[in-house]
């Protein structure tokens, strides 16, 4: 039995009429009879009684007719389900926060989500920027908010939602603090502090890279601690100063605390990454989403500023 044969008699049986069946199939009227001819021959079985006025179900075709009708319903439950797919209103999406920082963003981003998609299940997860990534990369998630050099890591793509200033955290009375900004140049030598490589691997290596640059020498760091521990063990001690983002620095309390921006200010990126092979349906309508709820900054960089 073919699913169409099977739709052809529910039809008939339904409407108890063979044009008006071959109506709402769009089928011709002599295709709708040879449908239901074929599955009659190959069942053994008359299946519908039919006279000049009518068309009733054969006793045969009286049995036939439930079973009929929950695989028609199968099917069209399938097509529908397949059609919510495609069009990203129902499926999967797995999703990694970060867990520290300016999580309201990424957080209002996927109210709107939910709300436009409540048929896709959200499944979550939380991390650095750097493990986060690791999800996507090894498909254990389909997207994450990350910070992010311009250059993206492989396999990766991006919707950048805004830009992000590295600061310098220090000691209200550190030398360092009566300049702002404070000339990257004058870092030669300085103890610093950076967040550990595994943090955001990428990007930590990208900030060395440029900081190096711009002084001419390598790094003296001496904390590679996460940014919470390392302000109480190295930059309110006075013993170094710390990498941090602005935006998030603004979400601690300063306790003699001087933030300063440095010249020519780095900047970096909030994004959404996700895998740039990932052709989910649902994923595309976040990217999209993002895309129209991301902040809109110009494209050029400022001139006292480096996008790293």
Do not use: C
């Amino acid at each position: 039995m073919e699913l169409r044969q099977l739709r052809a008699f529910v039809e008939i049986a339904t409407l108890g009429h063979f044009g008006h069946a071959a109506t709402r199939l769009h089928l011709t009227q002599p295709a709708l009879t040879q449908r239901i001819q074929s599955l009659e021959r190959e069942l053994g079985l008359q299946l519908l009684e039919r006279n000049a006025r009518e068309v009733r179900l054969a006793p045969a075709g009286v049995v036939l007719l439930p079973h009929a009708r929950r695989l028609v319903e199968a099917e069209d439950q399938a097509l529908n389900d397949l059609k919510a797919y495609s069009s990203g209103i129902a499926g999967r999406l797995r999703l990694a926060y970060q867990s520290a920082g300016d999580v309201a963003t990424a957080g209002s981003i996927i109210a709107e989500y939910r709300r436009r998609f409540p048929g896709v299940e959200i499944q979550t997860t939380s991390g650095s920027s750097g493990p986060n990534l690791q999800l996507v990369q090894n498909q254990s998630a389909d997207a994450a908010f990350a910070l992010l050099p311009s250059a993206r890591p492989e396999g990766i793509a991006a919707r950048t939602i805004r830009r992000e200033e590295v600061v310098l955290a220090m000691r209200s009375d550190h030398h360092l603090a009566q300049h702002d900004p404070v000339p990257v140049k004058s870092l030669r030598g300085e103890p610093l502090g950076l967040p550990p490589a595994a943090a955001n691997p990428d990007l930590i290596a990208t900030l060395r890279r440029w900081l190096v640059k711009h002084t001419g020498a390598e790094l003296n760091i001496v904390s590679e601690d996460p940014t919470d521990i390392a302000i109480e063990t190295v930059a309110k001690p006075g013993t170094a100063a710390l990498f941090v983002v602005r935006r998030y620095a603004a979400m601690q309390a300063a306790n003699g605390l001087a933030y300063r921006s440095m010249s020519p200010a780095p900047l970096v990126e909030l994004a959404l990454a996700y895998r740039n092979d990932d052709a989910s349906p649902a994923l595309a309508n976040l990217v999209i989403l993002v895309e129209e709820l991301a902040l809109d900054e110009s494209s050029v960089v400022p001139d006292d500023a480096e996008l790293i």
